[in-house]
């Protein structure tokens, strides 16, 4: 994967136009992207497992935050809530001088990232 083109993809996809997609959207998103967010040899042909992998570590590291919308906050504990009922961010983070960036940005995010 090339991170360049996945901070791209995440400030054009997510975080533009003040965006708040779907889970579903984000990963549909990323498939249709694969090309550009993978090296060739690397990308799925037929699997998500990279691309969900990638989703997983993108929101262990905290450049992703899940949350519930808040028209739907009611449904919390039911089984009236659903995928579409959440809504994908990207959440800010301090950088070792304590400035307040987003947290893609950030290098000590990429540390550790395994798709990468």
């Not at 003040?18 to 579903?24: D, E, N, Q, V």
């Not at 249709?32 to 997983?56: R, S």
């Not at 995928?83 to 959440?91: A, Y």
């Amino acid at each position: 994967m090339i991170r360049d083109q996945l901070i791209s993809f995440l400030s054009t996809n997510v975080l533009a136009a003040g965006k708040r997609p779907t889970p579903k959207q984000l990963i549909k998103a990323m498939k249709e992207n694969k090309e550009t967010l993978f090296y060739p040899e690397d990308f799925p042909k037929h699997h998500m497992g990279p691309i969900l992998g990638l989703c997983l570590q993108l929101i262990a590291k905290g450049a992703i935050a899940v949350g519930i919308r808040e028209e739907s906050v009611t449904k919390i504990g039911t089984k009236k809530l659903v995928l579409e009922d959440f809504f994908v961010s990207l959440p800010n983070g301090k950088n070792e001088n304590g400035i307040l960036l987003p947290a893609y940005t950030i290098p000590e995010f990429w540390t550790r990232l395994n798709i990468i």
